[in-house]
Structure formats: C-alpha cells, structure tokens
C-alpha cells in the first residue's frame, strides 16, 4: 500500500512543497529528514493520503515521530 505526504513546511528560504509517496508515514518522514535534517522543526501544514482515499491532517504525528527519533538519539 502506498501513503502520500502532501503540503509544506517553512525553510529559510520559503516555504517547501511536498508531494511525497511511502509504505507508512514514518518512511516518508525518514526520507524527507534525509535531505533536509531541519524539517519538522518549523511550521508545516500536511496531509497524508491514505490507500482507502481519505485524508488525513498529520502535522502533531510528524513533530511527534521527529521527537521521537531524536530523542532514541540521546
């Protein structure tokens, strides 16, 4: 099954825009981090797309698995 991350998140240059496809949202949030390490730390507005057509506002579980990822870190 495929997840889409759709919307964006501010940068110092603007805002960015997301159309991002994975198997779960942790996945996509993984591959987004790994071109951009401070995403998840400014504002953002998303909406995950799930396989049965709804639609999802998803910005609290992102800052929530970035903490989370972060904090298995420390």
């Known amino acids: 099954m495929t ?3 759709t919307g964006w998140y501010e940068t110092d240059n603007g805002a960015v825009m997301l159309d991002e496809s ?3 949202l942790a996945d996509i949030v993984a591959q987004i981090q ?3 390490e401070d995403f998840g730390h400014t504002d953002m507005e998303l909406e995950l797309h799930l396989p049965s ?3 999802k506002c998803v910005e609290d579980i992102v800052y929530r698995l970035i ?3 972060e904090d298995d870190v420390l």
């Open 3 to 5: 997840y889409i991350l």
């Open 22 to 24: 994975g198997h779960c």
């Open 34 to 36: 790994f071109r951009d």
């Open 53 to 55: 057509g709804n639609v």
């Open 67 to 69: 903490q989370e990822s």
